[in-house]
Antibody, heavy 123, light 110 residues
């Protein structure tokens, strides 16, 4: 059974950089798209970006200037960096895998999710 | 403000059917057959219930069905059960390698 686990600091100061890592177990990181999605407390979901196992990336246009995704296939991990954070970036951050059916793999439909990591931006 | 519009709440009694709408534009819901629906219980991660408008991943009960007409997608839950009480989110491909979500609908089983 594939499992995803987010890890990283739960508190980040304004203007600093938020860094999270997602560790994938029970399956390979290869041949899938891997996304970060966030959810501010009591609010809806927002897609941040995806990375392919090859390292190819794509970002939400609203966050593109501040986001960097990277992948470490040897350790079955991928990571998120979000710089110049403000209180508006306070959210539960999820990592998720792009769903693969018997015939296709999808970038934007997610079947496995991590449990989520709450990151608070505060001084 | 979310890109896709969902009603904040919906409700139904056990055994009944309820439909949740998700309204977008020609640039997202209306332009692509890449609408998904997710179920989220409190404190849990979302779960994929419907992909490509009307397809169910393995393990999702056939009580859950999806459809689309123009710029509005819909999720119907038939034979409501207590465990269906949750938040439901729609999402749609929006072109140019972008994804948008709805604001979510809280489904209450009366």
């Amino acid at each position: 059974q594939v499992q995803l686990q987010e890890s990283g600091p739960g508190l980040v100061k304004p203007s600093e950089t938020l860094s999270l890592t997602c560790t994938v177990s029970g399956g390979s990181i290869s041949s899938y798209y891997w996304s970060w999605i966030r959810q501010p407390p009591g609010k809806g979901l927002e897609w941040i970006g995806y990375i392919y196992h090859s390292g190819a990336t794509n970002y939400n246009p609203s966050l593109k200037s501040r986001v960097t995704l990277s992948v470490d296939t040897s350790n079955n991990q991928f990571s998120l960096r979000l710089n110049s954070v403000t209180a508006a970036d306070t959210a539960v951050y999820y990592c998720a895998r792009g769903f693969c059916s018997s015939s296709s793999c999808y970038r934007f439909q997610f079947d496995y999710w991590g449990q989520g990591a709450l990151v608070t931006v505060s001084s | 403000q979310s890109a896709l519009t969902q009603p904040p709440s919906a409700s139904g009694s056990p055994g009944q059917s309820v439909t949740i709408s998700c309204t977008g534009t020609n640039n997202d819901v209306g332009g692509y057959n890449y609408v998904s629906w997710y179920q989220q219980h409190p404190g849990k991660a979302p779960k994929l219930m419907i992909y490509e408008v009307n397809k169910r991943p393995s393990g999702v009960p056939d009580r859950f069905s999806g459809s689309k007409s123009g710029n509005t997608a819909s999720l119907t839950v038939s034979g409501l059960q207590a465990e269906d009480e949750a938040d439901y989110y729609c999402s749609s491909y929006a072109g140019s390698n972008n994804l948008v979500f709805g604001g979510g609908t809280k489904l209450t089983v009366l």
